[in-house]
């Protein structure tokens, strides 16, 4: 879809005098995001904006244009759009509210947009969205600031929520397709579109109710197999559905039905944000895991029997280890101590060294046939005296070596933030905030893996 | 009960002459911490440990000794727990591993301790404890460093993953008793003595299993009415039931029991380490909430759908504003605009500027008689350009005007964690990392009220 590519040359029909502070002045919010294409600014009460020559209105301006980003007020919005496709235009982004999720006025305007959009072939994105952005490019047809990070997450979703809140969801976002009202282009579109771009490694859809469902299935089971895409699908209880279908004028249906055909098309549901941030950090540095059987290296037997707890909720099995990977470890530690799943390092390691006992634990579960994914367990050694503690240099050798084996850590201690950071680079282990997050980031995965050689097979 | 106050003088029996970096040196590490008490290292190989004279045995000390703390080899502690009775030293803490959480012989060992508690009258803390941690008056038993900070909650575990991982549960630890196999002092003890400690308004009690369940149940009932107690009940699932029974070596009972029992005890029961910190946070902040009806103020159309959702699975209500309320914001509006609750304050702060709009939105809803507490979603204003839409001068403001309705805050963007802390200055509002965690945090402080006025009608 041509409207969601990084455009060369835009025209802002309605672009505002207004800059600096408070003014979400949508040309200074381009360039300080780093687009370099033409702008066209449209205004007829102006005659320069920003340094650009505006224009009274599309049709006068004479070069190529690739879009149009309308953001007048919302009447006006339809005879625009008309005047975009005769002017050759071949998709808009239409941002302002009070369209289907206002009043019935708004909804006559919005089924106006969608005849337009359907007769004249100018496909239309929105109303009431912040449009794209494309963090590879440098477009934004946000008036909000954003963070460029050039990362190969796509963010589908229906409010502008997730493009300035994506920290809070995804962590980060490469690009991002707001469909909003959704009076053409849909979640299927956004979806397709992505679909074929190496830009982008992992999908996440905030999807609050869509009106072609079947064809959005389609696609995803189309985009499954090669790229993960998560969902995040909200109005799922009685008084959400209601809320929704007023936020974005879309209708929402039970909860069930969408749940289980996102399974069926290979979409992974996320129930809260915090799966969605935790699952597309393990999409991007972790592989699928190819069985439910999880290894735990811990310094404290509390932590292990919270994380016994959590796999087994989240459906998987605590590992049998063998003989050999828990005998290495048994030599290293009192003869008293009892060694096995979780495997409690503690005493070893107080006699012989962190780095070895780790080390030791750690490879031999990798190397174990009977795991297939491990949770490290470890302090954030961040205050003065836990330097010795450290086996975030150990976790990540031991990770890389076995990437078919999916690492999971969990970091406790002051700090944990800046400590995990230090152990993730490279991308080869996910450190996340609880016990409970790392067993279902694995569940995930192992769910990922079923799903996958299912495909393969079929 | 003595042992768990700041004592004056302790004997440190089995001293280690090891220090530096990871020596895991007790008496190193109490000073580091800022223990200003006497201390008596008793090692019969050294003469000198840091500084201090060493003695043979514990009878060789002349002065008065408040506690020892006891870190030999397993099987030499209980004859140095006689020592200490002997001696008239009055309490001890075992810190070793190796008893009834290892073999059959140091379940041995662990019941000589019990009796040798029972007859001679010494009480003791442990064994397989990092013993108690009081950053008010500078003691600690732990060999591991930790940070000092003198706040009001008070910590009972039967882990050290609780101290030095205090950040990843309660966020913070002003004193800590670890009841770890509980040979001798336990849970009740542990409860009992924070109820009467000042400094200390919020209890955590992270518990595997407990053998004297009725006497903590009748303590906690005590307790609870006067300072809330959140409990952390590990060993829930089958698996996870038979760990807790090797690694702390006590029974642990069924889950839906301890659940209820803790319930009627007026205990808040949370199922993972997430619920742990944010209902620490909102005790020692927030007031509870006098009925189940939420107000909520929001930037954005989709997240108050997440929050709708949310308070309906946290079985709260979405409050119905007055027309007053809700009238104030109308008028601000475009016509279109739905004003309800959740009130969507976007179309009008961009017209009228956040500070007017988000000041009249949030006092209107905390003014409205119909609304119990409120849940503030706001931009987290890090990023360049986004300073204008900085609302939490306002929401703090408005929040220590009515500190009887409880306002938790969910701001989104980068550096969510900078922006909140700025927020939450003052102590009069919480900032919580996700929507859902927002709606579950005042669904713990309705129920915390409704357990209040229940209480003071009995």
């Known amino acids: 879809m041509d409207i969601f590519m990084a ?8 672009a505002s005098r207004k800059t600096d502070k408070g003014s979400f002045n949508l040309i200074e919010n381009m360039r300080s995001f780093g687009f370099q294409g033409k702008i066209y600014p449209v205004n007829p009460l102006a005659r320069e904006i920003m340094g650009l020559k505006t224009f009274r209105s599309v049709s006068e301006i004479k070069e190529p244009v690739d879009l149009a980003v309308i953001s007048t007020p919302r009447e006006q919005v339809p005879d625009m759009a008309e005047e975009c496709a005769a002017s050759g235009i071949k998709g808009a ?10 009043d019935d006025e708004g909804k006559a305007l919005q089924d106006r947009l969608t005849s337009i959009s359907r007769q004249r072939g100018i496909r239309i994105l929105g109303p009431n969205t912040l449009g794209t952005v494309n963090a ?36 980060m976002m490469g690009k991002g397709i707001d469909v909003a009202n959704g009076c053409d282009l849909d979640f299927a579109d956004a979806l397709e579109y992505f679909e074929g771009d190496d830009q982008i490694q992992v999908i996440f859809a905030h999807i609050e109710g ?5 064809r959005f299935l ?28 007023s936020h974005s004028g879309s209708l929402v249906g039970k909860h069930e039905v969408f749940e289980a055909a996102f399974r069926q098309a290979g979409v992974v549901p996320a129930a809260d944000p915090e799966e969605v941030l935790d699952y597309t950090r393990a999409f991007l540095n972790l592989r699928p895991m190819s069985g439910n059987r999880v290894g735990i290296v811990t310094f404290s037997g509390a932590g292990g029997i919270i994380l016994i707890d959590a796999l087994q909720e989240y459906g998987l099995e605590t590992a049998q280890l063998s003989s050999r990977t828990t005998g290495m470890i048994k030599e290293l530690s009192p003869a008293w101590m009892p060694i096995g799943n979780p495997m409690d390092i503690w005493p070893a390691l107080m006699k012989h060294g962190i780095e070895h006992v780790y080390r030791t634990a750690l490879r031999g579960m990798l190397e174990d046939p009977g795991v297939d994914g491990v949770i490290c367990i470890a302090i954030a050694p961040e205050l003065p005296g836990q330097e010795h503690l450290d086996a975030r240099e150990v976790i990540r050798g031991a990770a890389s070596d076995f990437p078919e084996k999916p690492v999971v850590a969990f970091l406790y201690g002051h700090h944990q933030d800046a400590a995990s950071k230090v152990l993730e680079k490279g991308g080869h282990v996910v450190s996340v905030p609880t016990l409970p997050r790392a067993a279902r980031t694995l569940a995930m995965l192992h769910e990922r893996g079923r799903f996958l050689r299912e495909k393969a097979c079929a």
């Open 93 to 102: 982004i239409v941002v302002p509210q009070g369209f289907a999720d206002a």
């Open 7 to 14: 455009p060369g040359s835009v025209a802002i029909i309605g």
């Open 210 to 214: 869509m009106n072609r469902g079947r």
């Open 136 to 171: 590879f490019s440098g477009f934004t047809s946000s008036f909000m600031p954003l963070k460029r990070e050039k990362v190969p997450v796509g963010i589908i979703c229906q409010s502008g929520i997730f493009f300035v809140g994506a920290p809070m969801f995804t962590g």
């Open 218 to 245: 389609e696609v995803a089971g189309r985009v499954t197999p090669k790229k993960p895409v998560i969902a995040l699908k909200c109005g799922r209880t009685e008084r959400g559905a209601r809320a929704a279908l």
